[in-house]
């Protein structure tokens, strides 16, 4: 059965937590320095102020228009080049003196060199500035070490010979080269570099070259005036199996007509596109990449210093992904930015198949010592918050720095006959409240990856008579946020004679439990697994299997294969006083598509989780 997808977001954290490491240590050893300056010099003042290394750049400013408000109170940065950086530039472009350039070439000079909004090196990493520039391109920074000392480069073309000048309206980083922006489309990028000639018929004939080949500026919807290409090679295509674009065309359109959108070739080509520029940076930090194709997106993740694009777990089988050819990706484009895959990635044809998530099995929970009796524990505790923060990448909260109040992962080898048995005896214990503010209102779970298609909901716990009642949604602050019909009360248990503490009788037989949104998600004595072995519980023992929950929360409409973010929030119920836990007891969620058995498999407590199929 599929488990909860190993995340290695962590990974990426740490990554960009060592890049950024790596600047400021060797930094110590760089050759610039922070000048002192009062609130009353401006950039225009500080240009002025320092006439042998930036009268040229001066002159650029008066020239373009821009030094009225460069002068004026504002948020700026400046990555001002030197006399000697622009002398060059000006020599390269077959211009004698500043007064050579046009108006307009002053402008668009000055305006990719400026941010509009004080980022000093702090805010650096290995990749885009968190601001685009006036130029409406993205500005680069890494770190280079020459000779034992440590540089930050701009754009792969300037080294910042003094950094952090803090001025009055701004920031001024002094740069030894003139930035060069980029001049061609991202059609015009990959139709010119001879790598991609299969690439640029494909997109010539779905008509995205059209779309691609526009620049930024005149594009009227704001959310495409810079996209991201990710595509392979033509290396990478022929050893795929295509010889020839006809071949490869041959096996992708499949209507006849690429520029359909039903046609395989335009997903195909749609799949490696998608809206904004999203540098490598920007890759591994993320979990999924949103495409151009409809309700498709792209996962991604980051291992071992590689980039891997669809490398996910599905249905307890590893499908091993593409890495990202780094040496020819971060290529900005005059609408974009430009990424290369060693391999052939395409649209994934899945149909919905049963997930069953066991909330335990979290990456930073599977690392722990303790987690399932790992070590010879017996039983033991893991927090899931700590320092104001939550400890797992799939577990998120209204306001974590308030949830103070026991949260944590619960671990415990269960006694045959006691009360409260779980799957793989383990469970997440969670604290809600409304009126305790050091309980949470909501908490939300990443899922599984689940393919497109409705799902009956199945939150399976163990009863607590001291527990919420909660509302279930999927994805809730977003555009596809749903929320499912039948309110959770974990204070309801299953017995032979009824239902405790909440609501009316319920028959024992597993066709009227489920008619009523009910169903046993434990393995009893009556099932059987594979091999013959008869499940732990028993069924006549009042509150034995009847503490082991499974409530309908209802049916849900997913529209896009991808992981996604389901929320118990508490609306009612019980909240115990004092520091008590709150009694949410949470084992599993399942995901089952809705004209599938919804009663089988079961599960067994127990670490090695036996899973009992339909007798």
Known sequence: ????????????????????????????????????????????????????????????????????????????????PTNDAVTAWLKGIGKANVSDLTVEQSKDMVKFHLLPDTVATNRFTDGKLPQITLYGQY??????????????????????????????????????????????????????????????????????????????SAVKDTTRRLQTAIIESDSALVKAGYSSYEAFKAKFSKTGDPKNHNDSLWLYIAYHLSAGATYTPDIISSTTINTLAPKEVVTTKYINQKILLNDDEFNGVLEPGVEVNRTFSNITTANGVLHETKNLYAIKVRYPTAVFFDVCDQPELKANPIWRGRNG???????????????????????????????????????????????????????????????????????????????????????????????????IGTPDAQILPNLVDFRQSLTSSGMTDAGAALPSSDPLMLAQGFKRYLATTNDKDKNGN???????????????????????????????????????????????????????????PENDDQNYPRFSPGKDGLIFQKP
């Open 1 to 80: 059965m599929m488990k909860n997808n190993p995340n290695v977001r962590s990974f990426a954290v740490l990554m960009v937590i060592g890049v950024i490491a790596f600047i400021f240590v060797n930094a110590c050893k760089r050759e610039s320095y922070t000048l002192a300056t009062t609130d009353d010099v401006n950039i225009t003042g500080y240009l002025d102020k320092y006439p042998d290394k930036f009268s040229m750049m001066r002159q650029i400013v008066e020239r373009s228009g821009t030094a009225g408000y460069l002068g004026a109170y504002g948020r700026y940065t400046l990555f001002t």
């Open 534 to 592: 008869l499940g732990l519980i028993q069924p006549a023992v009042k509150n034995n299997w009847g503490s082991a929950v499974a409530r309908l929360a209802g049916t849900v409409n997913i529209t896009t294969t991808d992981r996604h973010w389901i929320r118990l929030t508490m609306v009612g119920g019980t909240e115990a006083s004092g520091t008590g836990s709150g009694g949410t007891w949470l084992d599993m969620i399942q995901f089952i």
């Open 377 to 475: 524990a017996t039983s033991g505790t893991i927090p899931l918050f700590a320092n104001g923060a939550s400890t797992l990448a799939g577990l998120r909260v209204n306001n974590p720095a308030k949830a103070t109040l026991p949260q944590y992962y619960d671990y415990a080898v269960s006694v045959f006959g006691q009360t409260r048995r779980v799957a793989y005896d383990d469970k997440l214990v969670l604290s809600l409240g409304l009126t305790n503010a050091n309980r949470a209102i909501w908490v939300e779970l990443k899922t599984p990856m689940l393919v497109k298609g409705k799902y009956k909901v199945w939150v399976c716990y163990s009863y607590n008579g001291s527990s919420p009642l909660c509302q279930v949604g999927m994805d």
């Open 139 to 216: 500005l680069q920074t890494g770190a280079i070490n020459d000779g034992g000392v440590s540089s930050y480069i701009v754009n792969k073309q300037a080294k910042i010979s003094q950094s952090n000048v803090r001025l009055g309206n701004g920031i001024v980083h002094v740069i030894d080269h003139v930035l060069i922006p980029a001049t061609l489309t991202t059609a015009q990028t990959i139709e010119a570099s001879g790598r991609y000639k299969y690439f640029t018929q494909a997109l010539k004939e779905t008509g995205f070259y059209d779309s691609l080949n526009v620049a930024s």
